[in-house]
């Protein structure tokens, strides 16, 4: 048996790389695009929202419709799907036409990520699978960390397009190497819709979803408020952002590779429970750190993206854990995906709304800290509730 990781790991990894960047790139090129296409800044903001409702709400619906026994053909078309809709985006000369690649690209890296982590998890031995996943999370981290400033530093100098053109260029690199090297993958049980829909009824699947909800209100929902909270802490306007930006980014990175091991090692659940009691500790701790120096905040900053982008990889396998056995586990992942999605809207939403109420910024942080925390028993709940099962089974059995 082997210990090492499957090269067609890497190899999805490359793609999610190139999917972190398409992920955020877009924001960073709201200004040239608005330039570009004669439009206001909040008409080109929609390629963002065009992006991420096709990711969030459009995946799911495609991959529900994936034959199981076709797995492998699926990742590749979604992938191809990606890299095509954002050389497209790069070629077009009619904003109409750029927020419908937009969402075909956000349609296209939703599937690719939900069939690349069931495929990483399929190509990989039982114990290996935490790694595999952190892997792939791993690369998508990276592509928003590393990838998105270095597509922006290419699009001051060539025009936004070129940025575009290096996430379709990765992603064909991906794309040639999943065609020659990804293995067939061996196709679950051919499960009608209506019983792939069953897994909404599942209790354990429905409350993996809702913990991955609460994680991404607090998390992904207060980083959208990270700059004007460091600024308050301050108390300067012309605070300089991008040190923390790229902590909390760094952070992730870290996170992802870190929690590879761990997740093979600590039950998924049990570190699933742990991940959002360090992300409940560190929101809190956020604004007493900021309150004595901004610098001392870079602290919980980092720990709050290293648990954050790592709660995603015991959620996934779990996710994966309990719907192996009903071929559906592809779809389980992608309404994770939807779920954190929905969860960063929500948090930005209530943030904004919060602040125009004239709420302090560091009541943000202290709310984002709360929802995890609801979380963190919501988790705990989950656990006592699978030894209880666990038990009944064992007495059963005897």
């Not at 791993?138 to 960390?145: E, L, Y």
């Not at 948090?347 to 925390?373: D, E, N």
């Amino acid at each position: 048996m082997s210990n090492s990781t499957s090269p067609s790991v890497y190899l999805i990894a490359v793609g999610a790389f190139a999917l972190g960047m398409a992920s955020y790139v877009t924001a960073g090129l709201l200004p040239m695009i608005q330039h570009a296409f004669d439009v206001q800044v909040a008409v080109a903001a929609q390629l963002v929202t065009a992006f991420t409702l096709a990711y969030g709400i459009g995946s799911p619906l495609v991959v529900a419709v994936l034959p199981a026994h076709r797995q492998r053909l699926g990742l590749l078309l979604a992938l191809a799907v990606f890299v095509l809709a954002n050389a497209a985006s790069a070629l077009v000369d009619d904003y109409a036409l750029l927020l419908a690649c937009r969402a075909v690209a956000g349609l296209g890296a939703g599937v690719y990520l939900a069939t690349g982590i069931a495929a990483s998890a399929a190509v990989s031995e039982p114990q290996r699978r935490g790694k595999a996943i952190a892997v792939i999370m791993a690369g998508m981290a990276s592509g928003t960390v590393l990838g998105v400033p270095l597509s922006l530093i290419l699009a001051d100098h060539l025009g936004w397009q070129a940025a575009l053109w290096l996430v379709a260029a990765l992603g064909l690199v991906a794309w040639l190497g999943l065609l020659f090297k990804l293995p067939a993958i061996a196709g679950g049980p051919q499960v009608p819709l209506k019983r792939k829909l069953a897994l909404l009824g599942d209790t354990r699947v429905l409350t993996i979803l809702a913990v991955s909800l609460l994680a991404a209100v607090s998390s992904l929902g207060l980083y959208t408020f990270i700059a004007p909270l460091m600024s308050d802490a301050t108390g300067t306007s012309s605070f300089n952002v991008t040190p923390y930006l790229w902590v909390w980014g760094l952070g992730g990175v870290a996170g992802s590779f870190m929690v590879g091991p761990l997740v093979d090692v600590i039950k998924g659940p049990m570190l699933t429970w742990l991940i959002m009691l360090v992300l409940t500790v560190a929101l809190l701790l956020l604004p007493a750190a900021a309150a004595v120096t901004p610098w001392l905040a870079m602290l919980p900053i980092a720990v709050w993206g290293a648990v954050g982008w790592a709660l995603q990889v015991p959620q996934n396998n779990e996710l994966i854990a309990a719907r192996d056995e009903h071929g559906d586990g592809n779809l389980a992942v992608a309404l994770n995906e939807s779920a954190l999605y929905l969860g960063s809207a929500i948090g930005a939403a209530v943030g904004g709304l919060l602040l125009l109420a004239q709420w302090p910024t560091w009541s943000l942080a202290i709310g984002a800290g709360a929802v995890a925390f609801v979380g963190v028993l919501l988790q705990l709940l989950n656990l006592r509730g699978q030894k209880t099962q666990k038990l009944t089974l064992g007495s059963t059995s005897r």
